[in-house]
T-cell receptor, first 115, second 113 residues
Framework: GAGVSQSPSNKVTEKGKDVELRCDPI?????LYWYRQSLGQGLEFLIY????????KSGLPSDRFSAERTGGSVSTLTIQRTQQEDSAVYLC?????????????FGPGTRLTVL | DAKTTQPTSMDCAEGRAANLPCNHS???????VYWYRQIHSQGPQYIIH???NNETNEMASLIITEDRKSSTLILPHATLRDTAVYYCIALGAGGTSYGKLTFGQGTILTVHP
């Protein structure tokens, strides 16, 4: 079946512009996660959605970052007034949640470059 | 979440078993050991997880020591496509840490012909 998809695959923007990144999770997965991975760095948690519960936003680095998940499916990560330090690969993952373990299925990521 | 320590890099010949160690000496009783890998330019991929018993699936085996302070991921017949960065993570199955995967530097496994 279809895996997690993300769009666009690459995004180049100018400093100060807003960007929107999209994630389509695996159908039926109730949990959705956003991470970012900077060059040569590990994985950094950003935000987590579970069903209709309030999202866990504890990893968002600043108030320029926001995310929403509509209809319990598609999610959009928005970065306002982008800065060069926002350049990274943004990864989305989904999981069934009711499992007792964290098997997360990742998308291919969106590579964001802020000039 | 418990800190994990892995070697920076390892080599393995194609067709041979790759044994990747991980130390997690401060792991608590309710933390699982998870292994993910990331092939170049792809998203991370779940491999296997375990609590205290050894586990096996179609991709790998996970051997956890009796005191749970270390584990070994075994790829029984490594192929060139197994060349990737392998991450060992200790994480609780619930609570505030749920879902928050945090990868360190991992082990760069290179499988050579």
């Amino acid at each position: 079946g279809a895996g997690v998809s993300q769009s666009p695959s690459n995004k180049v923007t100018e400093k100060g512009k807003d960007v929107e990144l999209r994630c389509d999770p695996i159908s039926g997965h109730t949990a959705l996660y956003w991470y970012r991975q900077s060059l040569g760095q590990g994985l950094e948690f950003l935000i987590y959605f579970q069903g209709n519960s309030a999202p866990d936003k504890s990893g968002l680095p600043s108030d320029r970052f926001s995310a929403e998940r509509t209809g319990g499916s598609v999610s959009t990560l928005t970065i306002q007034r982008t800065q060069q330090e926002d350049s990274a690969v943004y990864l989305c993952a989904s999981s069934r949640y009711r499992d007792s373990y964290n098997e997360q299925f990742f998308g291919p990521g969106t590579r964001l470059t802020v000039l | 979440d418990a800190k994990t320590t892995q070697p920076t890099s390892m080599d393995c010949a194609e067709g041979r078993a790759a044994n990747l160690p991980c130390n997690h000496s401060t792991i608590s009783g309710n933390e699982y050991v998870y292994w993910y890998r990331q092939i170049h330019s792809q998203g991370p991929q779940y491999i296997i997880h375990g609590l205290k018993n050894n586990e096996t699936n179609e991709m790998a085996s996970l051997i956890i020591t009796e005191d749970r302070k270390s584990s070994t991921l075994i790829l029984p017949h490594a192929t060139l496509r197994d060349t990737a960065v392998y991450y060992c993570i200790a994480l609780g199955a619930g609570g505030t840490s749920y879902g928050k995967l945090t990868f360190g530097q991992g082990t760069i496994l290179t499988v050579h012909p």
